[in-house]
């Protein structure tokens, strides 16, 4: 293009004809098209018309290499040891020539977590989940201005607590295209420019910070992923209420006594919702199960409220289990902050 820039200024004062440029795609012009210039210059000697003299240059138009990855919807959160979790991306060729890219995921380096069984994958049956055979590495071949739908799949460990996030990044590099595979690493030409060589400049941008850069041939792009965890404690209080000598005033722990047991379930304030809270306790063989504490309807309580160590309120359900001793009861979902209680009472043998 310095040639040309040259030849017309050389005639800028002369009629020029012919030059035009026709419009392009995204991509530009493709590699290794030719592009060819006449400039034509017309003249008179002594009023007469002359024959006119022309130009021509011709140039192949080098290989521009680029690539945008970019996410595809909003993140949502996620629960603390959720599996097959998914995130979409799109992966486009910005090249004026067909390219395969290098596929590569991963968590942040630096977040909060590290995500296991990270995989990328082409969601073949469009069911919006990984099933086997899906992983893909690359992506053979991508003509210009291509955009293809990829997705990661992976899984948060248990441990992860509430509010915790990490980035999950997907980085395409360029490749040599092919066919069921993908050749080297493009790498920018060096060196002058050679009208009648396709060379190759890398024009990427910077995706992320620290992972792709600048010219580089490579792009990413990141789903922040933020987990709801519920922040769950069990605390569990015992009362006597009634001994056979002192009755229901100051009554001991002696053989033949009821004790009520309050376990109070509680969840952090701001934590994610608990659902699904269920209460187990095996009974041990010192005390039994007293059945006829608060009526006719239930033999324990639940979801009641706790003050000093003490539980009132709540619901009666049937909720022990004679052959294998057990309180076992579900509970109402528990939200950040609240607290819910189950009790009952047994007799000291």
């Known amino acids: 293009m310095k040639r040309t820039r040259q030849l017309l200024g050389a005639v800028s004062a002369i009629a020029l004809v012919g030059f035009s440029v026709s419009p392009a795609m995204a991509a530009g012009t493709t590699a290794g ?8 210059v017309d003249f008179q ?3 007469v ?3 006119a003299v022309q130009d021509s240059d011709t140039f192949v138009v080098d290989r521009k290499i680029d690539v945008t990855v970019a996410t595809v919807g909003a993140s949502s959160n996620e629960a603390a040891g959720a599996t097959g979790v998914v995130r979409q991306f799109t992966v486009t060729n910005d090249s004026n020539a067909t390219v395969g890219y290098a596929l590569t995921a991963s968590g942040a380096a630096g977040g909060d ?3 296991s069984n990270v995989i990328i994958f082409d969601d073949l049956n469009s069911n919006g989940q990984y099933d086997s055979g899906e ?6 071949s991508m003509a210009e201005d291509e955009t293809r739908n990829v997705w990661v799949v992976f899984d948060i460990p248990g441990t992860v607590t509430n509010g915790q996030s990490t980035d999950i990044i ?3 590099n360029a490749h040599e295209a092919g066919s069921g595979s993908i050749g080297a690493e493009i790498t920018a030409s060096s060196g002058a420019d050679d009208p009648g060589t396709v060379e190759t400049v890398l024009a990427d941008a910077i995706g992320i910070a620290g992972v792709d850069g600048e010219y580089t041939g490579d792009h990413a792009a990141a789903h922040t992923v933020t987990v709801n965890a519920a922040a769950m404690t069990v605390s569990k209080f015992s009362t006597v209420v009634w001994d056979p000598v002192n009755l229901t005033t100051d009554p001991k ?3 033949g006594a009821r004790v009520q047991y309050c376990i109070a379930v509680s969840n952090a304030s701001g934590a994610a919702t608990a659902t699904s809270v269920v209460v187990d306790d095996d009974l041990p063989a010192e005390v039994t199960f007293y059945p006829d504490a608060f009526g006719t309807t239930g033999d324990v309580m639940v979801n009641g409220t706790l003050s000093g160590g003490v539980c009132t309120g709540g619901t009666e359900v049937d909720g022990y289990t004679a052959l294998d001793t057990n309180v076992n009861e579900s509970l109402l979902d528990i939200a950040g902050g609240e607290t819910r209680t189950l009790y009952f009472q047994v007799t000291i043998q």
Not at 33 to 40: A, K, P, R
């Open 33 to 40: 098209d030719s592009i060819t210039n006449t400039v034509t």
């Open 253 to 255: 722990a002696i053989p």
């Open 113 to 115: 977590f590290t995500p």
């Open 49 to 51: 018309d002359q024959t």
């Open 170 to 172: 997907l980085v395409a």
């Open 45 to 47: 000697v002594g009023g």
């Open 135 to 140: 992983e893909i590495t690359f992506i053979d």
